[in-house]
């Protein structure tokens, strides 16, 4: 069972910047960011693929940039010009090299961007 521990996370003003890491006590073959709001479901914010493709929601393009270490089974998101709505809960994932095993969550770290 792959274990993931994630760190970062916090308040910020408008226009500010935080970072998320993420890693994983195993091999994976790809990681992301997903986020869930109050009220609202979880929704993906970006994924690195293992060949290094990328791929974000619009909401954040352009202000996020998702970044992994294949060889340390870690993956960071750089969150700049945050803003209120960027506030949720932010889950780290990744995917197991066999597909029919279930994906892997991380416990969740609060970003909260208020003034």
């Known amino acids: 069972q792959v274990q993931l521990l994630e760190s970062g996370g916090g308040l910020v003003q408008p226009g500010g910047s935080l970072r998320l890491s993420c890693a994983a006590s195993?091999?994976?073959?790809?990681m992301g960011w997903y986020r869930q709001a109050p009220g609202k479901e979880r929704a993906l914010v970006a994924v690195?693929?293992?060949?290094?493709?990328?791929l974000y929601a619009d909401a954040v393009k352009g202000r996020f940039s998702a970044s992994r270490d294949n060889a340390k089974n870690t993956i960071s998101l750089q969150m700049n010009n945050l803003k209120p709505e960027d506030t949720a809960v932010y889950y780290c994932?990744?995917?197991?090299?066999?597909?029919?095993?279930?994906?892997?969550w991380g416990q969740g770290t609060q970003v909260t961007v208020s003034s």
């Open positions: 994932l990744a995917q197991p090299y066999v597909s029919a095993l279930p994906d892997y």
């Open positions: 690195v693929m293992s060949g290094g493709n990328t």
């Open positions: 195993g091999s994976v073959i790809n």
